[in-house]
C-alpha cells in the first residue's frame, strides 16, 4: 500500500469517527440537539451557497426517501428515527460537477461543518455524487 493510501485511509477514519461522535452528542444531550427540519433546512441552504465560492455546480438536490408527493413535503416524511433515541435522521443527495479536486474537497468539508455526515462519495470524471445524511430531533 503506498504512504498516500494510507494517509488517504487514515483521513477517512478520522473523519467517519467525527461524525459518529457527532451523532453519539447528539444522542447524549437530544435536548439541547438542533430540530432536524432546522439542520435540513441549513443543509440546503448550505449546498448551493457554498457551490460558487468552490467551483461547484449543482444540477441535483433530492431527499434519499421517495415521497409519495407532488411538490414539497415536510422533514417528517424523510426522517428516519434512530433507534432507542429521539434523534431523527434525513438523508439528501446531491448531484454535480466541480471544476477542480480540492475546490470539491473544500466544499464537502464546509457543507459537513453542521449536524450532518457524508454517507456516500462517487467520483467520476468532473462529475460527483454526495449522500449526506443530516441529524437532529
Known amino acids: 500500500m503506498a504512504k498516500s493510501d494510507l494517509s488517504k485511509l487514515e483521513q477517512d477514519e478520522r473523519s467517519v469517527k467525527q461524525s459518529s461522535n457527532e451523532v453519539l452528542r447528539l444522542l447524549k444531550t437530544p435536548s439541547e440537539a438542533p430540530a432536524l427540519d432546522t439542520v435540513v433546512s441549513g443543509l440546503l441552504v448550505n449546498v448551493m451557497r457554498l457551490r460558487l465560492e468552490n467551483g461547484i455546480t449543482v444540477s441535483a438536490v433530492n431527499p434519499a426517501v421517495n415521497v409519495a408527493t407532488t411538490g414539497s413535503s415536510p422533514v417528517s416524511a424523510l426522517a428516519k428515527k434512530l433507534e432507542s433515541s429521539d434523534v431523527q435522521s434525513a438523508r439528501v ?43 437532529g430531533v
Open 93 to 135: 443527495n446531491v448531484r454535480g460537477t466541480y471544476d477542480n479536486y480540492e475546490g470539491l474537497l473544500t466544499y464537502i468539508e464546509q457543507v459537513r461543518k453542521q449536524s450532518v455526515a457524508v454517507v456516500y462519495l462517487k467520483i467520476e470524471g468532473q462529475q460527483f455524487e454526495l449522500g449526506l445524511r443530516a441529524y
